[in-house]
């Protein structure tokens, strides 16, 4: 395998202290404890002592194994060998310092949504975050703390009846902080900005096992860094963030369903409501994918969008004035309270889109504007496939999201380690690797509608989510194109990470990944 040429002072400097003496990691030393002979049993024994007692401690054997285990793809899936799902935050340094003293790997878990290509280097503990998801809103109600395990779905139900809102991702199933450490796009956006952009400070757990508090005034050089970057430096035990009252009682959804002839007519009126930063900060998020629906058509795909616009139907439908005249095969409009809205679009804990144990190929892409030209021939490689091999047709979805950014946009880039604030457009390309499905057809198609959004928009830089990346990406497409970006992260890494004990999500330090790429791709 490939190591990074950045990784070469970091190398000779090991190779220096070790020639002068320097103790060695002990999570670096043979110990009787191995990944070959790990097992629930003999951890319970050594460390069931110094946790809390509603800490858990299990294996493959038992019957909570599989489901804490399951992830949304099982594409590059880690080698959990025992779970730890820990009772309190302060279980979690007890955690960490046991595993580095048994030379043991570790791998926190929110939702189990990452799609990173590292992941599938893992092999030891998944520590479970989920009995961690606490919610307290402080006395003057503009902030709150939340638990490391806290999923979205819940976070807005709860603070919809205390009568707030927040920043959250727009899929109910998803970890806050998987998607929040990364950035973390939705349906607020437009108001509040991202969700990293709302964390006022954290409790972080560092890579020895010290629980650290971070903030403004205390180690205010990791703040950065955890708002884009933060799966990389710790596990966090807990968080505050901003909250805001709830404004409207209602939002109002407008799903549609059109045929292939009017993708023009869609696009073209997607690019006048995005235009020039223009969308209404109301008109809070649509997403829209290329699907195959057999009630309306087995012989090419649909277009599928959803509308969300926070406030009454009537406003809302003066803006989708332009979308109404286009002829639907399909539409359903509603009005509900904030916390159905992602039910009414298809991202509940219930939809398709939350159910885990699929294998999916992906890509992604940010865009600035929709290309027409780029669109059509990404629906008519959909048509084809579907012609071709209906199997491969029907686990596919090929998304595009699109949100109000004022908010986003009013965050100065240099504040934060998220560094594509100019991005408008958030794609992803998703083929489910079922039986009878070839996985290296899924990855050059994959590959090829990735390469034609991007050649789409001619001397843009390459930009991936990394909430959305495969991990096939280069570092700079993950963390910004601008040295220093990767200068400033790579001294954080250093300082609170220096043996790169966070290395199994998009790392900025990769060390093993780099040959798989080629071998999906070339």
């Known amino acids: 395998m490939k190591a990074s040429a950045f990784l070469a002072p970091y190398y000779f400097g090991l190779l220096w202290s070790l020639a002068a003496g320097a103790s060695i990691p002990r999570y670096f030393e043979k110990h009787p404890i191995t990944r070959r002979d790990l097992s629930s049993a003999q951890v319970q024994q050594e460390l069931g002592g110094q946790v809390s007692n509603t800490t858990s401690i299990f294996g493959p054997d038992d019957s909570r194994f599989n489901e804490v285990t399951s992830r949304w793809t099982d594409f590059s899936k880690p080698h959990v060998q025992v779970v730890i799902e820990p009772g309190r935050e302060s279980d979690v340094p007890t955690i960490v310092q046991y595993c580095n003293a048994n030379s043991i790997d570790f791998l926190a878990l929110n939702g189990g949504h990452g799609i990173s290509a590292s992941l599938g280097i893992f092999n030891g503990i998944q520590i479970s975050m989920w009995q961690l998801n606490n919610i307290t809103i402080q006395p003057n109600d503009k902030s709150a703390w ?7 779905g819940p976070v807005v139900q709860y603070l919809w ?27 607020q956006e437009g108001l509040y900005g991202l969700i990293s952009d709302n964390i ?87 997403v829209g994918s290329f699907l195959m629906n057999t009630t309306i058509t087995s012989t090419e795909p649909v277009i599928f969008w959803t509308f969300a616009y926070r406030g009454t139907a009537e406003k809302a439908e003066k803006i989708l004035a332009p979308f109404n005249a286009i002829e639907a095969a399909y539409e359903q409009i509603g009005d509900v309270p904030y916390p159905q809205i992602a039910n009414a679009q298809g991202y509940s804990m219930s939809d398709p889109i939350c159910q885990h144990g699929n294998v999916y190929s992906t890509t992604t892409a940010f865009l600035l504007v929709y290309n027409l030209t780029a669109e059509r021939l990404i629906f008519e490689g959909f048509k084809r496939r579907a012609a071709q091999d209906a199997n491969l047709a029907a686990g596919t979805s090929i998304m595009h999201e699109g949100y109000a950014t004022e908010g986003v946009a009013a965050v100065d880039s240099a504040d934060s380690a998220y560094p594509f604030r100019a991005d408008r457009h958030l794609m992803l390309f998703s083929a489910a690797v079922a039986q009878g499905v070839s996985e290296q057809a899924a990855w050059a198609w994959a590959a090829e509608v990735r390469d034609q959004w991007n050649a789409g928009q001619p001397g843009r830089p390459i930009d991936a989510y990394i909430n959305y990346a495969n991990g096939f990406e280069t570092l700079e497409q993950h963390y910004g194109h601008e040295s220093w970006r990767i200068e400033r992260l790579r001294g954080l890494k250093a300082r609170y990470d220096p043996d790169n004990r966070f290395r199994y999500y998009i790392p900025i330090i990769d060390e093993q990944n780099g040959e798989k790429n080629a071998t999906i791709f070339d």
């Not at 009846?161 to 796009?185: I, P, R």
């Not at 970057?229 to 799903?255: C, L």
Request: hydrophobic content about 40%; some cysteine; overall charge negative.
């Open 146 to 152: 939340l638990g490391g395990g806290t999923l979205v």
């Open 161 to 187: 009846d205390k009568g707030f809102v927040t920043t959250t991702g727009g899929c109910e199933c998803v970890g806050m902080l998987g998607a929040g450490l990364g950035g973390g796009h939705g349906r």
């Open 200 to 286: 006022l400070q954290l409790n972080v757990v560092l890579a020895n096992g010290s629980a650290i508090r971070v903030n403004a005034t205390s180690h205010s050089d990791l703040l950065w860094g955890m708002k884009g970057a933060g799966h990389n430096f710790g596990i966090v035990t807990s968080y505050e963030m901003n909250v805001f009252p709830r404004g409207a009682d209602t939002w109002h959804y407008h799903n549609y369903v059109w045929r292939g002839e009017h993708l023009e007519a869609v696009f073209n009126a997607l690019n006048i409501l995005h235009g020039n930063d223009s969308t209404p900060v109301d008109m809070a998020y649509n």
